[in-house]
């Protein structure tokens, strides 16, 4: 499949979570960095969805602050807002996510130098 990303960062805000149909969708986003060896890494946030139809337990992961890996594809939105503009949006629609332990440079036996 070509449409997967792999994402590793920090949850920016608790998941919201809402019930839609017979689902519950969880959105949150998480903030990505960039270049890490350099001095003034960047940083990147990606607005991410998450889809459960029954147990939501998973989703009991997703706070602020929480190092995540999370996968999934990527959906474009078409609509029109409450103006009656067109929006066009990229989704990150995530199939799956874990808590994982940040390694650092000297977990790694590396200088930070």
């Known amino acids: 499949m070509n449409n997967v990303f792999t994402l590793t960062g920090n949850i920016g805000n608790d998941a919201k979570v809402t019930e839609v149909g017979n689902a519950h969708k969880a959105s949150f986003s998480i903030a990505v960095r ?10 990147s946030w990606f607005n ?4 459960r139809n029954n147990n939501t337990s998973s989703f009991d992961i997703l706070k602020k602050g929480q190092f995540v890996k ?42 930070n130098d």
């Open 34 to 43: 960039e270049n890490l060896k350099s001095k003034e890494p960047k940083t």
């Open 48 to 51: 991410v969805e998450a889809w």
């Open 70 to 111: 999370v996968s999934g594809y990527i959906k474009r939105d078409q609509y029109k807002d409450k103006n009656g503009n067109d929006v066009d949006r990229i989704v990150l629609v995530a199939t799956s996510w874990e808590a994982i332990e940040k390694r650092t440079a000297e977990a790694d036996g590396k200088d």
